[in-house]
């Protein structure tokens, strides 16, 4: 009986073939750039001098959590890096959300239709391009002798500023960079949950003697709420992250701004590619993905609590 | 619907406004940068770069143009990869998504949950690049700026979607009446997702034409690497000869005084982002699909 189920299944398995084929490059893919590197985790438990002697093959760090009292021990540069991913991401989350939001709004208020299709166009263009040029652009503006604002600033107030010397502007400038590059793609996503509001709620508002105004207060902020709350918690999970082209192009991965603009990403990427801290460089990689997932499941369960399907599984 | 013809009221006007200006600092940079590449250094250093240039100067492309060797070559990087990486990571990803969204198939579920694991959880940055170098051997192969992108669980899930939501008799017929999976797939499920598809391939298109980052870990050799890669590496050339001018001789710093060094720069931002710009206006819709198809359910 169970023998004639199981030939059942085998022969479907087979009749099936073509499809497992046509998975399998996607699956290999997977595997060799996703999987591999998560079974290399455990370099964080070895001790590592040489790659070339491979990750197996290395010998295990005697004690087992050598690398992370590395990590965690008098090593000050390792915990500002964690501090300022945490700050900078704060402030894009909480900065970047209300300013996305009084886009979406404003981009829903406009009644020419012309006005509206260029301003959003325009407005969603920096998300095409590479954090590289960003960093041409920045510079552009800010660079000590060319830049046009340090020369808008020097004609005002008669003085330059050094910024590639001063980290403490570097969270107002990234913030304002970050909101350039995302404002108007964030904003999408909030018109496109505008879009999907009743437009009898407004018929309703209207009839009831509501100012454009007040609808926008009453009727589509209150209805968008459970969306902001989702964007914001699938942020939260992924706040030990920075986007490390961001931060590695834009400062020119200048050591002087290190202080405020060091994240947890360029910080793994110096200790591996130029100081060779192997060591801490694969503690710090472990803690980061070790918390994010932590952090990703915590964060998709409470999306899911709020609003079954929105998050990510 | 009650349409009342609404009065200009002071909010309305600030909205306008609010819209108005967000969009023109959005596209400040880059005239910024087009007009900069026509400054020559003097007037960039009297009176800073300005969206009209002040002294109107194309020495940064001639400098460009008799240094084009290199830039070919990367151009030519950029070009192939791109087009075989998006060709590729859309033939594996919505052949994967074909698969997943197969609900008798035995193990589908198993695989859904094997793609989405690679965007819950990574392994970082340290042991990605000891796989890459020392077990698959990527250093300075052009596989390197290829296959590490081509697997993407977001878009096997956007496209995984879009299947779902086509009327399953379309696959059960076409099997009734004899046809295979693969042939399903390509000639009924591909042809009928075309919006998606459209979206997917500029996304991935937009994300091979950007990279730099494949670039930068796994390619040694000047001559293999893409162009974002050379806009980074003329920046710290630049930036290494600034440095050095201060210290240089009266004849170095007159050197450097005729150089339009941040011209070069600017010209080659130009050179390398022209072809977005060109052709943003008439896909730009289907970035915007895209980003409301993937917010409605990831």
Request: hydrophobic share 50%; proline share 4%.
């Amino acid at each position: 009986m169970t023998d004639k189920l199981n030939r059942k299944k085998i022969r479907r398995i087979f009749g099936d073939w073509q499809l497992y084929a046509m998975a399998l490059p996607c699956v290999a893919l997977l595997f060799a750039f996703a999987y591999m590197p998560m079974g290399g985790l455990i370099l964080a438990f070895k001790r590592v001098t040489d790659f070339s002697v491979g990750i197996f093959r290395s010998p295990w760090a005697d004690p087992w959590y050598r690398n992370f009292e590395l990590l965690f021990r008098g090593n000050p540069a390792a915990l500002s890096a964690m501090r300022n991913t945490l700050f900078m991401n704060f402030l894009f989350i909480s900065v970047g959300t209300v300013f996305a939001l009084a886009l979406a709004l404003s981009f829903n208020e406009i009644r020419r239709p012309f006005y509206k299709r260029l301003t959003q166009s325009i407005s969603f263009l920096p998300y095409f391009i590479s954090t590289v040029v960003i960093g041409i652009f920045v510079s552009g503006m800010l660079a000590f002798e060319t830049g046009s604002v340090t020369n808008l600033i020097h004609s005002i107030t008669g003085e330059r500023i050094r910024f590639y010397m001063e980290p403490g502007y570097w969270p107002g400038i990234m913030l304002a960079v970050n909101i350039w590059r995302l404002g108007g793609f964030n904003a999408i996503i909030y018109l496109a949950a505008i879009s999907g509001i009743d437009p009898q709620l407004y018929e309703a508002a209207e009839i009831d003697g509501a100012s454009r105004m007040q609808q926008t207060w009453h009727v589509t902020l209150p209805l968008l709420v459970p969306t902001i709350i989702i964007l914001t918690i699938l942020a939260i999970g992924r706040i030990m992250n920075a986007d490390f082209g961001l931060f590695f192009n834009v400062t020119r991965d200048v050591a002087s701004l290190y202080p405020t603009m060091d994240v947890l990403d360029t910080y793994i990427y110096r200790a591996l590619r130029r100081s060779g801290d192997i060591g801490i460089s694969t503690a710090t990689g472990f803690f980061q993905s070790v918390v994010s997932f932590a952090l990703v499941i915590v964060s998709n369960k409470l999306a899911n609590k709020i609003e079954k399907g929105s998050a990510l599984f | 619907m009650v349409q009342v013809k609404r009065r200009i009221t002071p909010g309305y006007v600030m909205v306008v406004l609010f819209v108005g200006l967000f969009a023109a600092l959005c596209l400040y940079p880059f005239l910024m940068v087009i007009s900069g590449s026509l400054t020559s250094r003097s007037a960039a250093v009297m009176h800073g770069f300005s969206l009209i240039p002040k002294e109107f100067t194309t020495d940064a492309y001639t400098v460009l143009f008799t240094n084009s060797a290199s830039i070919i070559k990367a151009y030519q990087v950029t070009v192939g990869v791109t087009v075989i990486g998006t060709a590729l990571s859309l033939l594996i990803n919505s052949m994967m998504a074909f698969v997943v969204s197969r609900p008798n198939l035995y193990g589908a579920k198993f695989l859904n949950i094997y793609v989405l694991i690679t965007m819950l959880f990574s392994g970082g940055i340290v042991p990605w690049y000891v796989i890459c170098t020392q077990y698959l051997k990527l250093t300075d192969t052009y596989a390197a700026l290829v296959l590490p992108m081509a697997a993407s669980a977001w878009n096997v899930f956007l496209i995984r979607n879009y299947f779902r939501s086509m009327p399953h008799e379309l696959y059960e017929s076409a099997r009734v009446d004899g046809a295979s999976h693969f042939r399903i797939y390509r000639r009924i499920y591909v042809p009928l997702a075309k919006p998606i598809m459209a979206t997917v391939l500029l996304f991935a298109a937009l994300a091979y034409w950007n990279d730099w980052w494949h670039g930068l870990m796994l390619i040694n050799r000047a001559e293999m690497q893409p162009l974002q890669m050379m806009l980074r590496a003329v920046i710290a050339n630049i930036q290494f000869l600034m440095a050095q001018s201060g210290t240089a001789t009266p004849w170095m710093n007159e050197m450097m005084a005729r150089l339009p060094s941040d011209g070069v720069r600017m010209a080659l931002v130009v050179i390398t982002t022209g072809p977005i710009i060109l052709v943003y206006p008439f896909v730009q819709r289907y970035f915007v699909k895209g980003i409301m198809v993937g917010s409605v359910k990831g």
